[in-house]
């Protein structure tokens, strides 16, 4: 299906498919709730889709880089997809199961372990929660509290884990909490105001000292989760280093680590499991959205020493959702056997690197980050006065513009006998590292993978999008305006995309595994597009700056699905 872009003489639209399209977009105002949200920003009627590309009934054609907010890690009605669900409709087999034994779960559970961290293939279990990665977060406290004896949470600020109430108290903005929360490590604005390898340790020793400290006023906990990428966050991957840390700060206090990899999970991220990037072994995976094949599924996978709950300690009555069991099977067998993390590595990186050229051309743009195929744009003001108390964009230690005095001396501070803060720096040097695109670290280089190979530098780039700002530069205040602006230009060009982060500022690509080199290509162009458009109706945007002259406006074969 070629992708068509209906702007300014793409497509022409009868009226009857006009008014189709008007008509059902006004009974979804009239009928449903309040509370719907992707419907707002993507006033579309999709009718068709495949692969990358979903078709509106009124005729146009979008490239999709949400793919249903990462849970079509194949893209639309892939065919190995659509294959298995017509075995298992054909073979008349039950659809509905509960959490009886089937061969299509059986087949499900055997690849799943399949593709685990070997650290926990060979001990775990799994539970079937109901179909959606919130009730999976839900399980997992239940069953972490059900093994510890314990029942407080540690969370992270920027955290989103779903939408329930538990899983609600664990995410960044929680208003009635009851979970502690704990600084997550980011670069481009720091909480510590230093960034890179020092801000990790600030974060790992305040997590230290909330824990040991026996007047922090948090009490041994039964579980900590975090995620790998913080996606709603804004696309901001944990240090490699950090995330060792934290599996060996909890192991050594006997605290179970989750590690929530709804959205991150599948390849995603340029690894099959996130963790793997890091070597860290979690006690228990929070896992849906891609794992279904693009029905509902979620599940936990847990060491099998914390399998501790009583019968129907966990119930639902579609955990046994057949057609999703076996879409979720072909999936992660397509995935492995296709190499589609490695691809999403190189491909990942190599779109980072694109994204920091485009960064350069534009000051609305404050920072690119990201890991494989989840990337993140943070959309700044172009002319406000760069926010006070954030890091300045990292420059080798002592050089000019270095920020990090206050944040060494908080160091110092969380240290206390342990060493000058000269030596924690030493310490420090493992954790700041990532290899995932989390804006400029000048003077260091990401890590590679676990194992010590360079695999996982092929998923990374190092953004320029903060050093565009200057070496004595502080963050500019997020532009939520601007972002929206942007997403709504990427429409009109037909593309689609999502907006998360701290004020809804960062413009997310989700595309799926399978994007071609050409479709990744016509996907920046189109962006590109959009942000010279809105920087264009800003006040102080570069007047000079054209479209890009590689943005396609006709049907082109790079342009078909996958």
Not at 84 to 101: E, F
Not at 260 to 265: H, I, P, W, Y
Request: glycine letters at 14%; hydrophobic letters at 40%.
């Amino acid at each position: 299906m070629a992708v068509t872009e209906s702007l300014r003489g793409g497509t022409s639209e009868s009226a009857g498919s006009r008014a189709v399209h008007e008509g059902i977009l006004r009974r979804q105002s009239a009928r449903e709730s309040a509370a719907r949200t992707y419907a707002r920003a993507l006033p579309i009627v999709p009718v068709r889709a495949r692969g990358l590309t979903i078709e509106g009934a009124d005729g146009r054609r979008y490239l999709d880089c949400l793919s249903g907010a990462g849970t079509l890690a194949l893209g639309h009605n892939h065919p190995v997809v659509l294959e298995a669900i017509r075995k298992v409709l054909d073979s008349g087999a039950p659809l509905h199961v509960l959490d009886l034994a089937t061969p299509v779960k059986d087949a499900f559970i055997t690849e799943l372990f399949h593709t685990l961290p070997p650290g926990l293939a060979g001990r775990a279990r799994v539970q079937f929660c109901g179909p959606a990665g919130t009730d999976a977060v839900e399980a997992a406290f239940k069953l972490v509290r059900a093994a510890t004896g314990r029942t407080g949470i540690l969370a992270f600020s920027g955290a989103y884990h779903g939408m329930t109430a538990g899983a609600l108290e664990a995410s960044g903005g929680a208003c009635d909490v009851r979970v502690a929360r704990l600084p997550y490590p980011q670069d481009y604005r720091c909480p510590f105001g230093v960034g890179g390898e020092r801000g990790a340790e600030l974060a790992a020793r305040w997590t230290e000292s909330v824990l040991d400290d026996p007047k922090s006023g948090v009490p041994r906990p039964a579980g900590m989760i975090l995620e790998p990428v913080q996606g709603e966050g804004g696309v901001i991957p944990a240090p490699d280093g950090w995330l060792r840390r934290m599996r060996q700060i909890t192991a050594d206090r006997s605290i179970p680590l989750i590690a929530d990899e709804v959205q991150t999970g599948v390849g995603r991220t340029g690894s099959f499991w996130a963790v793997e990037h890091s070597g860290v072994t979690p006690d228990v995976m929070v896992l849906s959205k891609a794992i279904g094949g693009s029905l509902p599924l979620a599940v936990i996978v847990y060491r099998d020493d914390l399998d501790a709950w009583q019968p129907g300690a966990h119930a639902g009555t579609f955990r046994g959702n057949q057609l999703a069991m076996a879409a979720g099977t072909a999936t992660l067998a397509y995935v492995r056997e296709n190499r589609l993390a490695e691809r999403a590595a190189e491909l990942g990186s190599r779109m980072l690197g694109q994204l920091q050229g485009i960064a350069g051309e534009f000051a609305c743009i404050g920072d690119v980050r990201g890991r494989g195929l989840m990337i993140g744009v943070e959309v700044v003001e172009p002319e406000s006065a760069p926010e006070r108390g954030e890091r300045q964009p990292a420059t080798p230690a002592g050089g000019e513009g270095d920020s990090s005095g206050q944040g060494m001396e908080l160091l110092a501070a969380l240290e206390g006998d342990q060493g000058a803060p000269g030596q924690a720096e030493g310490r420090a040097a493992d954790l700041g590292r990532t290899g995932g695109g989390r804006g400029v670290l000048v003077g260091l280089e990401p890590a590679g993978s676990a194992d010590g190979s360079s695999a996982g530098l092929a998923s990374t780039a190092r953004a320029a999008g903060a050093a565009a700002q200057g070496p004595n530069r502080h963050p500019r205040p997020a532009a939520p305006e601007l972002a929206v602006a942007i997403q709504r230009e990427c429409l009109r060009r037909g593309l689609i995309v999502e907006l998360g982060g701290r004020h809804s500022s960062v413009v997310r690509l989700l595309p799926p595994l399978t994007i071609s080199d050409e479709q990744a290509a016509a996907v920046l162009d189109r962006l590109s597009d959009a942000v010279a458009a809105v920087s264009r109706g800003h006040t102080g945007s570069n007047p000079t700056h054209q479209p890009n002259p590689r943005h396609r406006r006709r049907d082109d074969p790079a342009d078909c699905a996958g």
